[in-house]
């Protein structure tokens, strides 16, 4: 498995901690590098403009920092699409929210554009999703099935899908057109799989005590 880890709150919880640990390949956006050379973790490749990352970990890992200067796309970005260069296929994104609300939100959507340079297999999600502290977003085109605990929240976010249906949540879906219309439902079976026509956000809420520990 690929992590990417970006700039915005380092992950504490142990679920996402034991991602990073799980890792085989750990690709930092630029200042990234700082918080998970801190953390104890080797970073793989060092993707952005360098400009923060600071001088110790910039002259311990200077053989695998990528330049890469353009500014049309953010650094989460051009780490991903480096990641699918070098043939990486399985991506989790960690520290992409936090910090920032509007650093967040960008973070949030771009999923959905990461996710079309993607194959994707009927029913699942594409190989790429991103995990919080809080939960997990997973971006989906047309079904998606998961095995989750029942009593788990989840939220849908609509990119331009319709004909919504689902089975195993708390509420019946129908065609919202709204961004917050699909939210705050809740997983009434161990199998949910939710059906459209079209691209949608799925988040999962999956909380941590250890989130509200110093």
């Known amino acids: 498995m690929t992590i990417v880890l970006a700039a ?8 996402a901690l034991a991602l990073l640990r799980s890792a085989d390949f750990i690709a930092c956006c630029d200042g990234a590098a700082n918080s998970c050379v801190q953390a104890g973790f080797v970073p793989d490749v060092i993707v952005g403009d360098g400009d923060s990352v600071n001088a110790e970990v910039r002259h311990r890992y200077a053989d695998r920092i990528v330049r890469i200067a353009e ?6 970005t051009k780490t991903v699409k480096h990641c699918l260069a070098l043939g990486r296929r399985d991506i989790t994104i960690l520290g992409a929210t936090g910090l920032r ?7 949030i959507a ?8 993607l194959p994707v297999t009927q029913g699942e999600a594409p190989a790429i ?4 502290d809080y939960g997990t977003f997973y971006p989906c ?4 099935r998961l095995e989750i605990e029942i009593g788990r929240e989840i939220s849908i976010f609509n990119f331009g899908a319709s004909y919504f249906s689902a089975t195993g949540l ?4 129908y065609d919202f057109t709204r961004l917050w219309q699909g939210t705050l439902n809740v997983a009434t079976r161990r199998e949910v799989q939710i059906d459209a026509r079209g691209k949608f956000l799925v988040y ?11």
Request: glycine letters at 2%; a negative charge; proline letters at 8%.
């Open 8 to 15: 915005g709150l380092f992950p504490k919880t142990e679920r």
């Open 71 to 76: 500014q049309e796309t953010n650094d989460l």
């Open 101 to 107: 609300e509007d650093h967040s939100v960008a973070n």
């Open 110 to 117: 771009l999923l959905m554009d990461y996710a079309d340079l």
């Open 129 to 132: 999703r991103m995990v919080s």
């Open 141 to 144: 085109r047309d079904q998606l």
């Open 170 to 173: 708390q509420y019946p879906l």
């Open 204 to 214: 999962v809420a999956e909380p941590d005590r250890q989130c509200d520990k110093p």
